[in-house]
């Protein structure tokens, strides 16, 4: 199989240039064309030469595919499914601005699975596939059609980002240059649920906003939601966050899954106050969108505005995410799962 061209950064583009006998600004003019314009070819790349064209194309791949297959909601959230090698498959959601339909975020995913077996996500019932490459993550955001819409974009899907950190900087590096995306930092969020050592590294590699998901301030009950509590502790975490000068611009949230009758209680308002104490931060509050075997539901809306309400008379910044999607497999990992399980079927 050809080498993928796509997901390559500048500096690697241009080791490739030298490789081959091409002049180094060749590796440029591939990053605009790849990460800037719309050509799929390298036949279309019309300011290289007939010659360079030819050598690219016999040793390389440009790796840009669109989608496999889309469901759109009735509030225009729209969940891509991609094909990834033979028969794995990942999800990226566009969600449009509820106020402003010419402006929109995209969730992308950073793995075919998860590791990490939160026991209220669908992905994680898939287990661990593979991580994805820089270049089969950018491509969400490439063959997204959506793409000038585009002004935000959240590693929230498929997967742990930070368990696929090189490649999951090495796709922050291509949004954010000059010579890829020129995406803004304050643009892009990156959500964990807290492997520290990566998390370090990104607190001071990266300048994106994090995102860390918590779920409970006790450490039984998020153990029990979230097997991770047991090797990187929700106190180390926080431990590690306080020890940066984030600044007044970049931004540290916290994920909040609602579940009835489990972490909804005011006892648990106080406890999150407490731990949280000291952290310029916000809490983004998520209702639970059911899954298939799941014993979790979500609280009622009384419940979860007393809940919101709560938490921002202790001076906590909260809000509450609007759930989209809810005709279309809302919860992360569904469309996949749904799909792998097909492909299992007929393959059987």
């Not at 593979?130 to 089969?136: Q, S, V, Y």
Request: net charge positive.
């Amino acid at each position: 199989m050809k080498e993928v061209l796509l997901g390559k950064s500048l500096s690697q583009l241009q080791l490739i240039c030298t490789k081959l006998d091409l002049p180094k600004f060749t590796a440029r003019q591939l990053a605009e064309w790849m990460y800037k314009k719309d050509v799929t070819t390298f036949a279309d790349m019309s300011n290289l030469s007939k010659n360079t064209r030819e050598v690219l194309s016999e040793k390389y791949d440009l790796g840009i595919w669109p989608h496999h297959k889309v469901s759109v909601s009735k509030d225009g959230t729209k969940k891509y499914l991609f094909k990834v090698g033979e028969s794995k498959y990942i999800e990226a959601a566009f969600i449009p601005d509820i106020s402003e339909r010419e402006r929109g975020t995209l969730c992308v995913s950073s793995q075919v699975g998860c590791r990490m077996g939160c026991r209220f996500c669908a992905t994680a019932m898939q287990g661990f596939q593979a991580n994805l490459t820089a270049g089969e993550i950018i491509n969400q955001v490439r063959s997204l059609p959506e793409r000038e819409k585009l002004t935000n974009i959240v590693y929230m899907g498929m997967g742990e980002p930070l368990d696929n950190f090189q490649n999951v900087m090495q796709s922050l590096e291509i949004l954010t240059s000059d010579w890829g995306f020129s995406m803004s930092l304050r643009r892009i969020t990156v959500s964990t649920i807290g492997i520290i050592g990566n998390m370090t590294k990104f607190l001071e590699q990266s300048q994106c906003h994090l995102a860390v998901s918590l779920h409970s301030p006790f450490d039984e009950e998020r153990r029990m939601l979230m097997p991770v509590q047991n090797n990187h502790p929700i106190d180390e975490v926080l431990k590690v966050i306080r020890s940066f000068d984030l600044g007044r611009q970049r931004r540290v949230s916290f994920e909040y899954i609602l579940f009835k009758d489990l972490n909804d209680s005011k006892r648990h308002v106080n406890q999150l106050a407490r731990i949280l104490n000291g952290i310029r931060c916000r809490i983004n509050l998520i209702r639970f969108h059911p899954i298939p075997g799941s014993p979790y539901f979500s609280p009622d809306e009384e419940t979860i505005t007393e809940f919101m309400n709560a938490l921002k008379n202790k001076g906590i910044v909260t809000t509450l995410r609007a759930s989209r999607g809810q005709d279309i497999e809302a919860a992360c990992g569904l469309l996949s799962t749904k799909q792998l399980v097909k492909t299992r079927a007929k393959s059987a």
